[in-house]
């Protein structure tokens, strides 16, 4: 337990459970409803708010999530006001912030360690600040989620007959999207750019293989989520081995456990 | 009586052409309204707009004096086709409760109790039998005691058996609750023995009345072409 009576790995692990809350939480929606497309493109689009901050000395942080922001209302926009499929929508939103976000920084000359920090995450940087800022809209986060967890459910499940039982589903989408674009851009924080959905998709997976019931499948999510990145971490610090990449394959060995361990089980009844 | 629906000159269309042209009904209160007609007659665009998921671009509807949009709390609703990601894991119960959260779980199994799907509260909905998620979709419609019933098709995609357990529920829904019941339909045999007032819709409003009055063979023929006739459906025998 050497580990936690070091700051750096205090403020890792404390950051670390405030988003295996929310990323978990917010990706049995997403697979609901089909959608990790666009925890991808949320994350890559918002290189552009990274290279933003970089190229005019803000706080990249911030720059992302701005550029996170209105990549969720962009999406919601368009999917609205045109007859674009949401695919379409993502794809084309995606790779023009990438676009920007590489042609930003071709005015930056020189090493840019915040840029490899984000593409890759590095959950062992976190300050104090960035710290509070994610345990701060986590709680915000994981509020809401648990307020509208059954209107999500309800318009995930089925949209036209959420409306008729007196849900607001326009308002209801708008804030989902927005939900989880800042939810992806404080794991993008944690986890980089490239390796931030992995932690929306996987947990909600393994909730979904071994859960009876709806409540069964966010708890069971969450415990996934938490249990990676705690485990993760662990293994990280002690391998001497990049933590985000440690957690996602913490992550992606639970899944196949959880594959196996249920086949196992349906065998055996 | 009241007229729990008024329908006003409406007009709908979703790109140049009219689905919907100059409708005007009123439906009472109380009454078991079924909407007839061949498939493209507009029939389920015509119950989005009485639903207030369309808005009409000519006419008004009123539902019991309000905008359709304003009325939802009235309002209960069976969808023709219910697609959902069937290997998720939600419950019956959790279906229901998270639909109308603000509903005691009492009222919830004195509806599942009335449709024969007690033992079913625990199952997944993904689980369920064409005919038995039917069944959890009306308690789902009822359980805010709505004024309304609306059925779009209902009995789409249920085997025989099926239909005529679900006819019968309907049937004893609404003599023991007294809901106004509007249906969309294709079983003329169903609307005829069932029905109080049926529309005949074909883009435009061709009739509208009792049953047993406005049914002809001309009219039927008329509506859907050559042979068509009144048959004897398999609940009705």
């Given at each position: 337990m050497e580990f936690l009576t070091l700051a750096f790995m205090q403020r890792a692990l404390l950051a670390g459970?405030?988003?295996?809350?929310?990323?978990?939480?917010?990706?049995?929606?997403?697979?609901?409803?089909?959608?990790?497309?666009?925890?991808?493109?949320?994350?890559?689009?918002?290189?552009?708010?990274?290279?933003?901050?970089?190229?005019?000395?803000?706080?990249?942080?911030?720059?992302?999530?701005?550029?996170?922001?209105?990549f969720g209302i962009g999406v919601y926009a368009l999917e609205h006001k045109t007859n674009l499929s949401s695919d379409v929508v993502i794809g084309v939103l995606f790779t023009s912030g990438l676009a920007l976000g590489v042609v930003l920084m071709s005015f930056q000359h020189g090493y840019q360690p915040d840029l490899i920090t984000f593409l890759f995450g590095n959950i062992l940087a976190i300050s104090q600040t960035d710290m509070l800022v994610?345990?701060?809209?986590?709680?915000?986060?994981?509020?809401?989620?648990?307020?509208?967890?059954?209107?999500?459910?309800?318009?995930?499940?089925?949209?036209?007959?959420?409306?008729?039982?007196?849900?607001?589903?326009?308002?209801?989408?708008?804030l989902f999207y927005i939900l989880l674009s800042v939810t992806i851009v404080l794991g993008v924080k944690l986890l980089g750019i490239i390796l931030v959905s992995a932690l929306l998709i996987i947990p909600a997976a393994i909730g979904k293989l071994l859960a009876p019931s709806f409540i069964g499948l966010v708890t069971l999510s969450i415990i996934a989520g938490e249990f990676a990145i705690g485990i993760g971490l662990l293994i990280s610090y002690y391998l001497d081995i990049p933590s985000g990449s440690t957690i996602i394959l913490t992550g992606s060995g639970m899944l196949i456990l959880a594959v196996l361990g249920r086949s196992i089980v349906r065998k055996i009844l | 009586m009241e007229n729990a629906i008024e329908v006003t000159n409406v007009a709908f269309a979703y790109t140049s052409s009219l689905v919907v042209q100059e409708v005007s009904f009123c439906v009472e209160t109380g009454a078991v309204t079924a909407i007839i007609g061949p498939n493209g007659s507009g029939k389920t665009t015509l119950l989005k707009l009485l639903l207030g998921i369309l808005k009409p671009q000519k006419g008004?509807?009123?539902?019991?004096?309000?905008?359709?949009?304003?009325?939802?709390?009235?309002?209960g609703y069976v969808p023709q086709k219910f697609s959902f990601d069937r290997t998720f894991p939600l419950t019956v119960w959790e279906f229901l409760k998270f639909s109308h959260f603000e509903c005691p779980s009492q009222k919830i199994e004195e509806y599942l109790n009335f449709f024969g799907m007690a033992q079913a509260k625990t199952a997944l909905v993904g689980s369920l039998s064409g005919g038995q998620l039917q069944r959890v979709l009306l308690v789902r419609a009822m359980i805010h005691d709505p004024k309304i019933l609306y059925l779009d098709e209902p009995s789409a995609g249920i085997d025989v058996g099926g239909e005529q357990t679900f006819y019968e529920l309907v049937d004893r829904?609404?003599?023991?609750?007294?809901?106004?019941?509007v249906m969309v339909s294709h079983e003329l045999d169903v609307v005829f023995h069932f029905a109080t007032q049926v529309i005949c819709l074909n883009k435009k409003l061709l009739c509208e009345g009792a049953p047993r009055d406005v049914l002809t063979p001309e009219l039927l023929e008329q509506i859907f072409g050559m042979g068509a006739t009144l048959y004897h459906h398999a609940s009705l025998r």
């Open positions: 459970i405030a988003i295996g809350l929310i990323l978990p939480f917010l990706g049995v929606f997403v697979s609901m409803r089909r959608m990790a497309f666009f925890g991808d493109g949320i994350a890559h689009a918002s290189l552009a708010g990274i290279a933003l901050g970089i190229v005019t000395g803000a706080n990249p942080f911030w720059g992302a999530l701005a550029v996170g922001i209105a994610i345990a701060g809209l986590a709680a915000v986060i994981f509020s809401v989620l648990f307020w509208y967890a059954r209107h999500f459910t309800m318009i995930a499940f089925d949209r036209e007959t959420a409306w008729t039982s007196g849900m607001n589903t326009e308002l209801l989408n708008l | 008004t509807i009123s539902v019991f004096g309000k905008q359709p949009k304003e009325a939802r709390n009235f309002i829904l609404h003599k023991q609750y007294k809901n106004t019941i």
